[in-house]
């Protein structure tokens, strides 16, 4: 029998409606839908933002994800989420998997995939791409994230300050995702270069309780949920759109 | 009368399907629908993408923004865009611009906005996030575009080799936009660095007609369309996915 397909489906950050139409139809046609199992027994977040979409007949399948740095621990937690996949695989049936964000950027995904095809070979694995953080916070935010010749840099959180202000120096854009726990000392180095008035933070891009920051120098401290996101400007926007020359 | 509604839209990257629900809604739902002109009288990507979504009854707009380096060329042009476009705000219509990959990522559609904002402060602009080439590619390539801590650096063009050399002395991932003009001297660095078979070109990424190149060991030189893209992954993905101690 032909194994059935593991497909990774980027939900989007938030609102249901930022799937794309692909991501929607693979999601809809798999018998069994797969996604992160939540923390306390609540709904995963994945979970929440696709539940309006799935059918009465779609089986679900919540894995464990530890958040946990052991890698002995997360080995052992994706070769068990890799084992329940496989059970509806090698039967013939397709496994959707609902990813937050997009599927190739930060996601929990790509453990599954890897290690369901490091234990099965014979494994086939496809993904839909989406909508990520960055994009949807700058959507939100009502400005552009990168125009013209502008770098942009992506960090997913900040292990050294040094690393940052090296990024700082020659960067135009910088992104730093799940920046809650380094919030305050960011801040200090962003006072330091005067890129307060041009850094914003946004907490949950998309979702109905989504939460902006804006000039923040009102802000040296802040309580920040695990998916908050800074996004820093070096270059400020209108001057460089256009040319003061004329 | 309350002047109509400018929605950026994010139409993906080619593949039609991957426009998000929500762009596909309120593109549906504008009288008007916008995008780049294309050239030589064809139609313009974002059109191309678009042009089975749409009503008979929805009036397209084409809008004309060269490819030119000219600040003053620009400017009028964005200014001319940007009147015809209030032309229909005014009367209350809203008008869809589709803009090809995200709207906030390197997009035509920020400087129509900007300019329709500086004419006319009563403007509204709403924006609608989407699927961005890098995000597609890493798709496309099977491969994840980042995991776990790596650091994400995404050059539009390189204009300075030096500056090229730099970001792969301390980033994880790499990405370089429209590199199809600088492959031969980015070819030559990533060769001193060992980098050439953890990189990979995708041209047209999710459009049927998209091409990958692999191993670029083999590719010293190439024809490439302007939508090309260069992923580099500095660290190698196996490696460090899984710890080498255990």
Known sequence: MQPGILYGISVGTGDPELITLKGLRLLQQAPVVAFPAGVDKKPGIAQQIVSGWLKPEQQTLSLHFPYVRDERLLLSAWQEAARQVWQYLQQGQDVAFACEGDVSFFSTFTYLAQTLQQLYSEAIVETVPGVCSPMAAASALKIPLTIRDRSLVILPAIY???????VLDWADVVVLLKVSSVYR??????RERNLLQSSWIIERASFPDQVIYSNLNHYPQLKLSYFSLLLIQVIDNQQSMINADF
Do not use: D, G, N
């Open 160 to 166: 050294s300050l040094k690393e940052l202000k090296t």
């Open 185 to 190: 000392q960011v801040w200090q180095v962003l």
